[in-house]
């Protein structure tokens, strides 16, 4: 038992580590190629390892005919949505801005079921909302709330992916019958197919532009963040208790803000520092109603 919950803590070490890193990557993918585009082809890839692992494992990828319209709300909400809007914006926010307003996501998670099934929020609930506001304004109110057209649309696709993850979490109450490997597999497989031919209609990708740089983090893409990390996240869930590694996510958007401090130079200061600290805590305190 005792061996076994340091493995879940290492999982999680990898998780967030992987996943904190992969914001600085996108800013840097996003130099050479667009989002949507960058996105969906490192996502199928991802997917396609994924099945590989998961027929290994002798998982089915068969999915129950019922079941089928939640995978598709899920794959839209969980990543098309999720990701999609979520690299779409870092091309006019910072890394901090960024990671930190998609992760406000469990703060939505308690009062979307307000209006959608009656469930009123509790005054913890609200001391969350009213937190993770605090450190939106501090981090947003450094500028003066002069931003341009395209900071304030990144400012929104971030807040939408976060809003669209809990609308998610909302919606999926009933568990899809799947083991968690193919589960991962067809949302990250539908979300990130759905994302190639609106990149390549849209975003007119070109498909030489990748240097040596791009080629590595797209790869490091797909096969860490995209891959390594949803594997190592399952395997976390099954000897730490749920809410402790929910917990471990909080350190994602923190540890994104440092490396992209130190590897592209973004400011990372008192400002910085006290709204990661306000939004985080409304977060824990919404992860801990969850629990």
């Given amino acids: 038992m005792h061996n076994a919950r340091w493995i879940g803590i290492l999982c999680l070490g990898i998780t967030v580590v992987g996943w904190a890193l992969n914001w600085p990557a996108m800013k840097v993918l996003l130099r050479e190629w667009p989002p949507l585009f960058s996105r969906g082809v490192a996502g199928v890839a991802a997917a396609i390892i994924l ?21 598709l709300v899920a794959s839209f909400t969980n990543v098309f949505a999720w990701m999609g809007f ?7 926010v910072n890394v901090s801005e960024g ?33 993770g506001l605090l450190g939106v304004g501090v981090l947003l109110g450094g500028q003066g709330l002069n931003f341009s057209s395209e900071e304030i649309l ?3 696709l971030a807040l939408a992916a976060a809003i669209s993850f809990a609308l998610g979490t909302v919606l999926n109450r009933v568990p899809i019958p799947l083991a968690s490997t193919a589960l991962v597999t067809w949302q990250v ?39 390594l990390c949803y594997l190592m996240w399952f395997e976390s869930l099954r000897r730490l208790p749920a809410s402790m590694a929910s917990m471990g996510t909080l350190l994602v958007p923190l540890i994104g803000a440092i490396s992209a401090s130190l590897t592209l130079g ?5 400002r910085e520092g006290l709204a990661i600290a306000l939004t985080l805590s409304g977060v824990t305190l919404a992860l801990l109603k969850a629990r």
């Fill in 86 to 92: 979520a690299t779409v914006a870092m091309k006019w």
């Fill in 51 to 71: 099945a590989t692992v998961a027929l290994c494992r002798r998982e089915t990828l068969r999915v129950p005919r019922d079941a089928v319209p939640r995978l």
């Fill in 99 to 131: 990671a930190l307003l998609v992760y406000t996501m469990p703060i939505w998670a308690t009062l979307l079921p307000w209006p959608l099934l009656g469930i009123r929020p509790s005054l913890k609930d609200i001391a969350a909302l009213v937190l």
């Fill in 266 to 270: 973004e400011p990372l200061g008192l």
């Fill in 189 to 227: 497989g539908l979300g990130c197919l759905a994302m190639i031919p609106i990149g390549w209609a849209f975003e007119k990708p070109d498909l030489g532009a990748l240097s040596p740089a791009g080629w590595a983090v797209l790869v490091y893409m797909t096969l860490v963040p995209m891959g």
């Fill in 154 to 156: 990144g400012f929104v």
